[in-house]
């Protein structure tokens, strides 16, 4: 797919790795609406966004994505703002298991409603021109980090939905690819202040040995691979990102 020109809604963007997609998006020409829970984070980031790239370029949508109303009502706002849809990226996610229930319910739940209403406002079947779903996985997605077994789960779950809704069974219904994109360790807010973010204190010892070899990316750097995949990826890849390096694709044992 060609950027330029293309309108993308983008969850959790107010930061981290949803901040440096948007931004990159930007910068290849795209309008975007930066979706957010934190009103005061996005609406700053988007008069930042409009001092350097022109009003009308990025709006901000107030968007929990645990809540079904609201996430539909950020479709709403861009296609009202920017008259159609054509990439969406579910990327909001929090590590915490502690607090596992909102953990689920944001980086499972939370993909699949973006993915449902991503086929229902760009389906084909349903007036619209299709279009590309990319959902935000992990490394831990094929390689569970025995600290974080919720979050762990979550991310590998995301993976399994991603490839079914991609398979081109579901890409002839409705015009939609739906890709992945796994981050390895990357330098963001979600892993700061880990020790209260794991179920049991007594983990922070799984967690070090977890991450020893880790070697953290720029989110920038996975903003860039967010492109390449948007440009050059088949509907139902997983695509790895890791140590800076280009994104490469995750082979499955075909069944």
Same mark, same amino acid.
């Given at each position: 797919?060609?950027?330029?020109?293309?309108?993308?809604?983008?969850?959790?963007?107010?930061?981290?790795?949803?901040?440096?997609?948007?931004?990159?998006?930007? #910068?290849?020409?795209?309008?975007?609406?930066?979706?957010?829970? #934190?009103?005061?984070?996005?609406?700053?980031?988007?008069?930042?966004?409009?001092?350097?790239?022109?009003?009308?370029?990025?709006?901000?949508?107030?968007?929990?994505?645990?809540?079904?109303?609201?996430?539909?009502?950020?479709?709403?706002? =861009?296609?009202?703002?920017?008259?159609?849809?054509?990439?969406?990226?579910?990327?909001?996610?929090?590590?915490?298991?502690?607090?596992?229930?909102?953990?689920?319910?944001?980086?499972?739940?939370?993909?699949? *409603?973006?993915?449902?209403?991503?086929?229902?406002?760009?389906?084909?079947?349903?007036?619209?021109?299709?279009?590309?779903?990319?959902?935000?996985?992990?490394?831990?997605?094929?390689?569970?980090?025995?600290?974080?077994?919720?979050?762990? !789960?979550?991310?590998? !779950?995301?993976?399994?939905? =991603? *490839?079914?809704?991609?398979?081109?069974? @579901?890409?002839?219904? =409705?015009?939609?690819?739906?890709?992945?994109?796994?981050?390895?360790? =990357?330098?963001?807010?979600?892993? *700061?202040?880990?020790?209260?973010?794991?179920?049991?204190?007594?983990?922070?010892? !799984?967690?070090?040995?977890?991450?020893?070899?880790?070697?953290?990316?720029?989110?920038? @750097?996975?903003?860039?691979?967010?492109?390449?995949?948007?440009?050059?990826?088949?509907?139902?890849?997983?695509?790895?990102?890791?140590?800076?390096?280009?994104?490469?694709?995750?082979?499955?044992?075909? @069944?």
């Amino acid at each position: 797919m060609e950027i330029k020109g293309r309108v993308a809604l983008v969850t959790g963007a107010a930061s981290g790795i949803g901040k440096a997609c948007a931004i990159e998006l930007l #910068n290849q020409g795209a309008k975007v609406a930066i979706c957010d829970i #934190n009103t005061e984070e996005g609406e700053k980031l988007v008069e930042t966004l409009a001092a350097k790239y022109g009003k009308g370029r990025a709006i901000f949508s107030q968007c929990d994505v645990t809540d079904y109303p609201q996430f539909e009502e950020s479709f709403q706002t =861009t296609i009202a703002e920017f008259g159609h849809i054509d990439i969406v990226i579910n990327n909001a996610g929090i590590m915490n298991d502690r607090f596992w229930e909102l953990e689920v319910d944001i980086n499972l739940n939370g993909v699949i *409603r973006g993915t449902l209403l991503a086929q229902r406002f760009m389906g084909t079947d349903r007036g619209g021109q299709g279009g590309i779903v990319v959902n935000i996985g992990s490394n831990v997605s094929f390689n569970p980090f025995v600290s974080v077994p919720i979050y762990s !789960a979550t991310k590998a !779950a995301v993976v399994s939905f =991603t *490839r079914a809704f991609g398979d081109q069974y @579901h890409v002839d219904l =409705t015009g939609v690819k739906v890709m992945a994109l796994c981050p390895n360790a =990357t330098d963001t807010k979600l892993v *700061r202040d880990v020790n209260r973010k794991l179920l049991l204190t007594r983990y922070e010892d !799984a967690w070090q040995r977890d991450t020893a070899a880790s070697v953290f990316q720029r989110a920038e @750097h996975v903003a860039k691979s967010l492109i390449q995949i948007l440009s050059t990826g088949k509907s139902g890849n997983v695509w790895m990102v890791e140590k800076d390096q280009p994104p490469h694709e995750i082979s499955f044992a075909k @069944h």
